[in-house]
């Protein structure tokens, strides 16, 4: 995915930290690229380290359409839930899907919704893909 770096930084006592803008919004999550990496586009995969607990951090949309937001004490990623035929969970972030570590299966009614996910910044990850 194309996302707009806007500045990494780090605090006392947490990983280095992207802010990045996408046309469908900006948040601030942990950085796996270099430390120095100047504003700029860059092509990025992205990681979700956190356990999905529909529910609890996975709840349907209150919208339709992909989302990155800032909610609180968390960043907040909107995008179509999807299974692979094995059963793997994937959220559809504007056409990149992103694998998804799940407790547990999600209803059957939400597969193919657009469903908003709750996550600590520290556990999602952004890496430059490598031309």
């Known amino acids: 995915?194309?996302?707009r770096l806007e500045r990494v930084a780090q605090y006392p006592r947490t990983p280095l930290l992207a802010?990045?803008?996408t046309p469908f919004g900006h948040i601030a999550v942990r950085w796996c690229g270099d430390r120095a990496a100047e504003p700029g586009a860059y092509d990025v995969e992205w990681t979700i380290d956190e356990v999905?607990?529909?529910?609890?951090?996975a709840k349907p949309a209150a919208g339709v359409g992909p989302e990155l937001r800032t909610g609180g004490?968390?960043?907040v990623l909107r995008g179509r839930l999807g299974l692979t035929e094995d059963g793997?969970?994937?959220l559809d972030l504007d056409g990149t899907n992103i694998p998804l570590n799940l407790a547990d299966p999600p209803p059957p009614d939400a597969v193919g919704t657009w469903v908003e996910?709750?996550?600590d910044r520290h556990e999602v990850s952004l890496?430059?893909?490598v031309p």
Do not use: Q, T, Y
């Open 88 to 90: 793997v969970a994937l």
């Open 1 to 3: 995915m194309l996302i």
């Open 127 to 129: 890496r430059p893909r």
């Open 117 to 119: 996910l709750f996550l």
């Open 19 to 21: 802010a990045v803008r």
């Open 73 to 75: 004490h968390c960043v």
């Open 52 to 57: 999905i607990v529909w529910g609890r951090n």
